[in-house]
């Protein structure tokens, strides 16, 4: 893929870095020349231009970007190239970094955000998913919320241990995309029997989310 990233600060470099590791072809447009450090990012192009600027994104052929990263460290700016990169230069995916998390409810499809990253809200879930056994953990959202992931790790009082995936009664709109146990990471068949301590891995709907906890609690199986 070809992605623009706009902001080269810290957070922007390593995007960029683990981006060209990845074999993809990347572009930084950053506004403040002290921050434009081409050494820093090896194999990057660079572009020195304010992308709030429609004009500056043209000359930076914006809309040959199959990606468009805002994550600068102003939400106001983020908006803006988000909104820019959707509707004049038909980006076909835009990812927004909040900066603030009291300003996450602005970063909607309305503004051209196709997924939005809280580092805060990132971590919490992280936190979450390290030590809750038993619930469900959403850990990130998709298709401006239409779609979550979610985990749950299955406790020791499960009455689902031993029985296989095909009996589980997964609600509407949602699918088991793999199994974490120990070390591995398996691929789930409708054959393969489920295990205490197993992290199970979803997506779903943010509206049956409760009912997938109520599945997998310690009566769902009744």
Known sequence: MRVAIVGAGAVGRSIAGELL????????IEKDGRKVRTRSVPGAEWVQADACEVSSLEEAQLSTCDVVVAATGDDKANLVVSL????????????????????????TEAWGVDVAVSTPRVLAALVEEAVTVGDVVRLMSFRKGAATLVEITLAEDTPWAGRPLREVPLPRETVLTAMLRGERVITPSPDEPLEVGDELLFITHADVEEQLQQVLSPDGAV
Do not use: I
């Open 21 to 28: 590791s990845n074999g993809h072809t990347v572009m930084l």
């Open 84 to 107: 820019l990169a959707k509707t004049e230069f038909a980006v076909n995916r835009v990812v927004a970094r909040v900066k603030d998390p009291r300003n996450e409810w602005l970063y």
